[in-house]
């Protein structure tokens, strides 16, 4: 008799997203004439940039002919998108330390099964969900607690209180998944934080995770990588996206970088991370298509890049508004300066599920829910920035109605 892997019977209710779709949509038929508006929303509003389009275009055009159509590509991505990948924001590194994925979200899920299930993680919270479930799919939980965290897994709270700069664990941990920024709460990780980070892995063989998908965004002094803290090539993974800095969302791909310098150990013996994960890669993958990587090697071009400039600026504009508008409306707010969310906090007494779904029925704003990113959200909602002005202004308008 087939037997299934228990672990899922761990998993907490319904995933966030589904949720969110199934509340909508009820609330949809409850109220069919209404307008609503989508501040929830993680897909970008710009279009791909138009150097981009002419690449995949010309990369499609290719392999409709005989003599320039392409087969199976390398597994860990071209050398011409991974060689402008270190050209121009990893001079420091290799290109086969460059891995071209289809999406941060599949690495940030798959990096845990090159490490033993006997490790300990340490998980920043609020966080996307994506890193807490996949170990507790893998086996590396112990069931769910009455307070919604799981048993044997270390949260680091981002709170108020630590202005969203998580403590180091207290406890002996082994793999450790930060973000910067962070999403939900829109705050970027300081040199400082990240700093006590890598000396904490260094110091106790621990393997750091981090999610640096909203790099781009970041305009105030803090890191946009964690290399650029020394040591962190010996302990950290850094995971990359196209997907909100380029409008990639439907296009899927990114990158992870996997130094070599990384090593993990076994009963006293050392072994390189770099290996295991490209001998998942070459075992489980069979690359980007060659259409794809020719798209993302044209955000490296100037244009390319002016147009990532530009699309950020833009975002950064209408986080900005969204930002200072909730505040002068009364509501304490973070974020929105070097991420395109802003992290809102309810109404005193007032839980996420039940203020999101009091917008929801009442001005009909669509946010997400803080819990759903983790009981350190409990009492926040969040809103994004990738939306028009026309919604943000509107949405401002209809929130003033609840003030």
């Not at 609503?36 to 940039?49: D, I, S």
């Not at 202005?163 to 300081?190: C, K």
């Amino acid at each position: 008799m087939t037997k299934l892997n228990l672990n899922y019977h761990k998993l907490s209710g319904r995933p966030l997203f589904p949720e969110i779709e199934k509340r909508v949509e009820a609330m949809k038929q409850k109220q069919p004439h209404a307008v609503f508006l989508n501040l929830g929303v993680e897909n970008g509003t710009q279009p791909l940039f138009p150097n981009v389009t002419a690449a995949l275009t010309a990369a499609s055009s290719e392999m409709g002919n005989k003599e320039t159509f392409r087969g199976y590509g390398p597994c860990e991505g071209y050398q011409f998108l991974r060689k402008a990948i270190v050209a121009h924001d990893h001079k420091d590194f290799s290109p086969d330390e460059i891995f071209i994925s289809d999406g941060s979200h599949a690495d940030l899920a798959d990096l845990q099964e090159i490490f033993s299930l006997e490790n300990r993680v340490a998980v920043i919270d609020p966080a996307y969900p994506i890193y807490v479930e996949t170990n507790v799919m893998a086996g590396r939980s112990r069931p769910l607690l009455k307070t919604g965290r799981y048993g044997g897994i270390v949260y680091l709270s981002c709170t108020e209180e630590n202005g969203f700069q998580p403590e180091l664990p207290n406890v002996h941990v082994d793999l450790l998944y930060l973000s910067s920024p962070n999403n939900p709460t829109g705050v970027a990780l300081s040199r400082e934080t990240l700093t006590r980070f890598v000396q904490f892995a260094k110091k106790n063989n621990a393997i750091i995770i981090h999610d640096a998908a909203y790099e781009s965004f970041i305009t105030s002094d803090a890191p946009r990588s964690i290399y650029e803290i020394e040591n962190a090539r010996d302990v950290a993974i850094e995971v990359r996206s196209f997907s909100k800095s380029a409008g990639f969302a439907g296009l899927r791909c990114s990158y992870t970088i996997v130094p070599h310098h990384l090593k993990v150990y076994d009963a006293g013996a050392l072994h390189s991370v770099h290996a295991l994960w490209k001998r998942r890669v070459e075992t489980k993958t069979c690359g980007v298509s060659y259409p794809i990587q020719k798209a993302a090697s044209a955000l490296y071009t100037r244009e390319g890049q002016q147009a990532i400039r530009d699309a950020m600026k833009i975002y950064a504009e209408r986080a900005k508004t969204l930002l200072y508008g909730l505040k002068s409306i009364g509501y304490t707010v973070y974020g929105g300066i070097d991420a395109p969310y802003i992290w809102c906090k309810t109404p005193p007494k007032v839980g996420s599920w039940e203020f999101f779904d009091f917008v929801l029925e009442n001005i009909h704003v669509i946010t997400m829910p803080g819990v759903g990113f983790g009981q350190g959200g409990e009492g926040y909602i969040r809103f994004s920035a990738f939306a028009e002005p026309h919604e943000i202004q509107e949405t401002l308008e209809r929130f003033k109605r609840l003030a």
